[in-house]
């Protein structure tokens, strides 16, 4: 009888030591699922990663065969103009009248 229920005991002890390792512990349900949620973003990133690596690939492609293309492309990151044409630039900086 007295085997027994130390037996019983040890595994209740037991159970109860599963029980908190599976729900409190450091590897337990909460760091799993963590782990799951920084996999998924992780998965969405390199998935945006390869898209923009297509993007880039075509736009040196455009770049390098289609002369507007590459126009476009100075004219937008240098501002540049043609002879009959004005820029006018707007600074984002606001300013603060006293």
Do not use: C, W
Request: no cysteine.
């Amino acid at each position: 009888m007295i085997l027994r229920r130390a037996f019983l005991i040890g595994l209740l002890t037991a159970n109860f030591a599963l029980m908190y390792l599976l729900f409190l512990g450091d590897q337990g349900v909460s760091a799993y699922r963590e782990t799951k949620a920084r996999h998924d973003d992780l998965v969405a990133r390199i998935g945006e990663m390869n898209h923009r690596g297509i993007e880039l690939s075509q736009d040196i492609r455009l770049l390098k065969t289609d002369r507007e293309h590459m126009e476009r492309a100075v004219r937008a990151q240098t501002n540049y103009v043609r002879g009959n044409e004005i820029l006018y630039l707007f600074s984002t900086q606001r300013r603060d009248n006293p």
